[in-house]
């Protein structure tokens, strides 16, 4: 059980089992309880199921936080068409790993918690888009899908229960966009990985043109333990608003980065300083980008008042996302870091749309001109207009997430900005 | 169920499904737009046509939101027009800006919205991604920097022609229009199309090609007559040259495209080396120009000597109805006979796949049906040879009109007691000819062509006619005047209404019934050789 930190501040739920390779075998999952809320599921009606998991209030944990209960009634009641289950396994958000630690560790929990899924929607089939660079976690997770369908756990006529699933795991070919839902849809039927336009929202018209439901595989490995234990039982951990637990991705300068599975609303900076032991070297914290590289950064002040949980961290004027704290010392280049992160979009933009095209490589132009000394104030201005005409005008939200970076370092860290310019401008060129 | 909303302050209904874009153009509201396009899917990738919706939370791309009842748009306001600003300025961030050598120029969708709507001065101090130029096979160029993404040639190939040879490869800024392997567009059919819709510069006509500036160029809508679906086209002229031809959209036809076949028969049209003058020969191999008054006195004349007997007439199929009419009107004033058309017939059709009514027809002429509707017979074969046997050594009054006569020899017409030849270009088998009378193109003159279906359809004029070259209705109208009570037509439409006095399927149509988008003859079309 060697996983390289863990905390007693930890409510190790989905994480229990991390750092131990036997969890992998099915024979052990099953031994250790598993497949007993599958069991249980199935004797139970969809819509019973979907209430279950409403009354937990689970939300997903993609980024958007959308109650997943509520996510799953939006399927049609009636099957007139197939209805697919996509479990969103394509994580790739700068400083996210925690999907990929849980198809590494416990891949049966999270077919568990896909074969509930499939059964609350009323689906046949699951996808699990597995991101391409995953290979041990797609290795894993296709012997784990091999093993189940050995024991009966996945094919026909599961428990006796009558009901056929079945899951295939599609190992995709490493575009970040392939993440956004209707582009990961795009991809699984062999196209361009290119968001499409909603309406027709996915429930309506998804994967294939049938209803779908598209679940984060950490939203789907919460599935088991709420089923098995009841809403309940989930909503003693976390805030009213934001229950359970989650998986918080700690990365930067602190001394004990990792995966740690905390309940929602745990103070970001107890989580910095206790739980991670501390900032590398002593050293001052700067900066906190707490839900992944799509969210606006927070100064120090900011992260001493901020509770990870979806309310909390809007009340500082940022985002939960993903829960991926990425976590800068007072030696961090905020300006490198930006331009770093928005270089990342630039590569990944699928292109279809103009501002998002265009603007997330005009973008990071301008910031490695600032960043080499080149920059004037006036970029500044560009870059906070610019990027303002890149939010809310475009198919996906993969141009938002430019902005937020790069306009929440502009506000916060203008010195950083001006310092480079400065220092252009007395060497003479600029 | 009609749908009522509001755009711009004016209260418009619209049939339920329409989209706001098409809505808006009912008030006569453009919304710009690059990637939208009527004949295809839409992909709303452009984000030019957001527009602002009151109640919704963002800007709205109005090409595939379909109107609602009550709904409130504005396309002029403010944060439209901010939005198109600023989408404008990313547009331009790479574009190369070449437009003194761009052949789009002068016609840009880019280059109009952004000196309509776009910033005074772009702020992209940044080097440019350079994509360079590549051959995509068939007719087309492609100017990778001018692209702006709208992947409307790549749907066009798709979705139109259903022959994907297009698609964009890599993402992001480096997203650019690519042919796969080395195919290309080579071996297509309807590719031309892709220069038509592409918003800029990116794609161009090999043929096209630094000819001509866009502003330097009349447009006069026409007719292709390169088959008998009856294309509806624009001739683009210029130093009284056509120097392309494009299609203009008629839905009941062609909607917005037209064939590589069509578009690349023009250089026909622009033929040196025309019959400029009326030519009256000697009997010894000696001709002499004279004035169109003397010609038709002598033509008369001779017609008297030769008296009433059988008339033979051979026609071409690219002669308008009017043409054709007065042909037969004139051949029933000499006592009567048969009038034949030779065309040339393809083995089988080309059919455009995404708009299965389009198609390059077997007939490789504008005007068969309409040849048959006023009532000569097709003869020769399928290489528009031969058939001529009877006619060649006719003793009678012969009257050949536009038939170049290739493949007959210099005995044609021979025998002939008066041989009356109506063409634009001297040929081999015009030597024993009496008359020689100089006719205009479709490309000069105003006239109608009935396409296979039995739509008459008009074309206007797009050059000047050289020399005494006249239209050949007004020459066959005057002579049929002066032997018959008939009134000499002074106009086309005149020769049209004369022609549905003596053709059941012409009458009661008029010039103005057909405007530019045509109408169907009065009774049922049956084609032959099908």
């Known amino acids: 059980m060697a996983y390289p930190y863990v905390s007693d501040r930890e409510v190790r739920i989905l994480s229990k089992y991390f750092g131990d390779p036997k969890q992998r075998h099915v024979d052990t999952y099953v031994e250790r309880g598993g497949y007993k809320a599958l069991e249980k599921a199935l004797g139970m009606g969809p819509d019973d199921v979907v209430d279950v998991v409403k009354s937990s209030g689970l939300r997903g944990r993609g980024g958007a936080g959308f109650p997943t209960g509520v996510k799953w009634s939006f399927m049609p009641k009636e099957q007139r068409k197939p209805h697919y289950l996509l479990c969103n396994a394509d994580e790739s958000e700068p400083g996210t790993f925690k999907d990929r630690e849980l198809m590494r560790w416990d891949p049966h929990q999270l077919i568990e918690g896909c074969l509930i899924g499939a059964h609350a929607i009323r689906a046949q089939h699951v996808y699990i888009y597995c991101r391409g660079e995953f290979f041990e976690a797609n290795q894993v997770l296709a012997r784990a899908v091999e093993d189940a369908y050995g024991k009966g756990y996945i094919g026909e006529n599961i428990f006796d229960s009558g009901h056929t699933i079945d899951v295939t795991v599609h190992q995709g070919a490493g575009a970040y966009i392939c993440g956004e839902e209707t582009g990961m849809m795009n991809s699984l039927e062999g196209k361009r990985g290119e968001p499409r336009i909603k309406p027709p929202f996915p429930a309506a018209v998804g994967a294939f043109g049938k209803p779908s439901t598209i679940n984060n595989v950490e939203t789907l490995c919460a599935i088991p333990h709420i089923v098995a234990n009841g809403g309940e039982w989930y909503r003693q951990y976390g805030t009213e608003k934001s229950p359970g637990t989650k998986l918080f991705c700690v990365s930067g300068h602190v001394n ?11 103070p970001l900076i107890e989580l910095i300083e206790d739980v991670c032991g501390g900032m590398r070297d002593g050293n001052a914290l700067k900066a906190v980008i707490p839900g992944g590289s799509s969210v606006p950064l927070i100064n120090a002040e900011e992260a001493r008042a901020c ?4 309310e909390g961290c809007l009340e500082v004027g940022t985002m939960l996302g993903c829960a991926s ?47 080499n000394g080149k920059g004037t104030e006036d970029d500044l201005d560009t870059l906070m207009e610019m990027t303002q005409n890149m939010v809310g005008t475009t198919i996906c939200v993969l141009s938002d997430s430019v902005a937020a970076p790069v306009q929440s370092s502009i506000e916060k860290f203008r010195d950083e900005y001006l310092a480079l310019i400065r220092r252009g401008e007395r060497m003479g060129v600029a | 169920m009609p749908v009522t909303l509001t755009i711009d302050g004016h209260e418009v209904t619209v049939p339920k499904g329409t989209t706001i874009l098409e809505a808006a153009k009912r008030i006569g509201q453009e919304v710009p737009h690059y990637c939208y396009h009527p004949g295809m899917s839409s992909p709303a990738m452009c984000r030019l046509c957001l527009v602002e919706v009151e109640g919704a939370p963002k800007p709205i791309p109005s090409c595939v939101t379909t109107v609602m009842d009550g709904q409130v748009v504005h396309t002029q306001s403010d944060q439209a027009k901010s939005n198109r600003q600023a989408v404008l300025e990313f547009y331009l961030v790479n574009h190369p800006l070449d437009c003194p050598i761009c052949d789009m120029s002068g016609e840009c969708d880019l280059q109009d919205y952004v000196h309509e709507e776009g910033r005074e001065s772009g702020r992209s101090r940044e080097p440019k991604r350079i994509f360079g130029r590549d051959d995509f096979g068939g007719d087309v160029l492609f100017y990778g920097d001018r692209c702006v993404m709208c992947t409307r040639c790549v749907r066009f190939m798709s979705e139109v022609e259903q022959d994907s040879r297009l698609t964009v490869v890599e993402r992001g800024s480096r997203s650019v229009i690519d042919t796969f392997f080395d195919e290309g567009l080579d071996g297509t059919h309807w590719h031309g199309n892709i220069v038509d819709i592409c918003p800029v510069g990116a794609l161009v006509s090999k043929d096209f090609l630094h000819k001509a500036r866009a502003w330097d160029l009349e447009h006069t809508p026409s007719v292709c007559t390169s088959c008998s679906q009856g294309c509806n086209i624009e001739l683009h002229t210029r130093d009284n040259l056509v120097q392309r031809l494009k299609p203009r959209e008629n839905l009941d036809v062609n909607g917005w495209w037209m064939c590589d076949h069509g578009r690349d028969n023009y250089e026909w049209i622009n033929q040196g080396g025309r019959i400029e003058a009326p030519l009256i020969r000697d009997g010894n191999g000696g001709s002499k120009a004279v004035a169109w008054k003397e010609a038709l006195t002598a033509l008369l004349e001779k017609a008297g000597d030769a008296g009433k007997g059988t008339v033979r007439a051979v026609a071409s199929p690219l002669a308008s109805n009017e043409d054709l009419g007065a042909l037969k009107a004139l051949v029933d004033a000499l006592g009567g006979g048969d009038s034949v058309f030779r065309s040339a017939r393809a083995e089988q059709e080309i059919v455009l796949k995404g708009f299965p009514s389009l198609a390059r027809r077997r007939d490789l002429a504008a005007n068969t049906t309409g040849a048959e509707l006023v009532g000569l017979a097709r003869t020769g074969a399928d290489d528009a040879s031969g058939g001529l046997d009877e006619v060649s050594g006719h003793g009678g009054v012969l009257v050949v009109l536009g038939d170049a006569l290739a493949d007959q020899d210099a005995d044609f017409g021979k025998n002939a007691a008066l041989y009356v030849y109506l063409g634009s270009h001297e040929s081999a088998a015009s030597a024993h000819a009496d008359l020689v009378l100089p006719v205009t193109t479709f490309a000069e003159q105003e006239g109608t062509f009935t396409n296979l279906s039995g739509r008459v359809q008009r074309f206007w004029p797009g050059l000047e006619a050289p020399g005494m070259a006249r239209p050949p209705w007004l020459i066959l109208g005057a002579l049929v005047a002066e032997l018959t009570e008939a009134e000499a037509p002074r106009s086309a439409a005149d020769a049209f209404a004369a022609l549905g006095g003596r053709v059941p399927a012409f009458s009661g149509l008029t010039y103005d019934d057909l405007g530019d988008r045509g109408a169907v003859v009065n009774e049922p079309v049956s084609i032959s050789g099908d």
């Open chain 1, 325 to 371: 704290v990425i976590v800068m010392d007072e030696t961090a280049d905020i300006v490198k870091q930006v331009r770093r992160m928005v270089d990342f979009y630039a590569h990944e933009s699928c292109g279809q749309c103009t501002p998002c095209r265009e603007g997330t490589t005009w973008t990071a132009q301008i910031l490695r001109r600032i960043e």
């Open chain 1, 307 to 310: 509770s990870l949980d979806y």
């Open chain 1, 256 to 266: 004990k980065p990792g995966n740690y599975e905390l309940p929602l609303g745990f």
